[in-house]
């Protein structure tokens, strides 16, 4: 049973930069969330999508955007990089609510680098 | 808005002893959940225990156990008979209940670095 899986491991980009990071969720799992974990500091939550739909969104700016695809896989996209935009990104999938499951399972992480 | 907070950023604890780390929050809800996560070096997010607020026991895993203590709002993790691969970052997390849509998001202690030593 493979587990959430993301890409890439490490990126590095420039200031001003576009960036798109990858994930797979879990098998048997349809919600897919994205979080900003900067070093040190527990994880952000930037959005979380359903049936391909945005269905909540954080404190993030319009700069970070996403995608759903029928597969339940999603992207994350980031424009216009700043140096703030640094940090561990998570990818967590889980079963929708009609499951009555909640638990969330997190990918391994993309390690961002905007130089 | 919810917030957790985790007052200690680190703790060590010897191999066999058993150590607890603390965890309060703030909400207005009622149905909620609570969850420890572990982050080892690898950094790899680790579900480690799940608490569902409606219930008054609390849970355990093998040798993870929760103090749940809804009305202080508090909810700590104890690690019975540490090991060596117990060495991680551990985050709380609240998560609101909202069956307005399909899932729900997490909102993040700050973590405590929990070290194991021989």
């Known amino acids: 049973d493979a587990g959430v899986t993301q890409s890439p491991t490490h990126l590095i980009k420039t200031r001003g930069q576009q960036v798109t990071l990858r994930c797979s969720p879990k098998?048997?799992?349809?919600?897919v969330s994205w979080y900003q974990q900067a070093l040190g500091q527990g994880p952000q939550f930037i959005f979380q999508y359903y049936e391909e739909e945005e269905r909540q969104r954080g404190n993030f700016p319009d700069r970070f955007s996403g995608h759903q695809f029928p597969n339940y896989s999603s992207e994350l996209n980031v424009n216009a990089l700043l140096l703030g935009d640094s940090a561990l990104y998570l990818c967590a999938s889980s079963k929708n609510r009609l499951s009555k499951s909640y638990e969330q399972y997190f990918g391994p992480g993309t390690r961002l680098t905007v130089t | 808005a919810q917030t957790v907070t985790q007052s200690q950023p680190e703790m060590s604890v010897q191999d066999a002893e058993t150590v607890t780390l603390s965890c309060t929050y703030d909400?207005?809800?009622?149905?909620?959940?609570l969850f420890w996560y572990k982050q080892p070096p690898s950094r790899q997010m680790i579900l480690v225990i799940r608490q569902e607020a409606y219930k008054q026991q609390n849970a355990t895993e093998n040798r993870f156990s929760v103090n749940f203590q809804k009305a202080a709002k508090s909810f700590s993790l104890k690690i019975s008979d540490s090991q060596l691969g117990d060495t991680a970052m551990y985050f709380c997390a609240f998560m609101k209940l909202d069956m307005a849509y399909a899932g729900n998001m997490l909102t993040f202690g700050g973590g405590t670095r929990l070290m194991v030593k021989p």
């Open positions: 909400t207005s809800e009622n149905n909620y959940y």
């Open positions: 098998s048997g799992h349809d919600t």
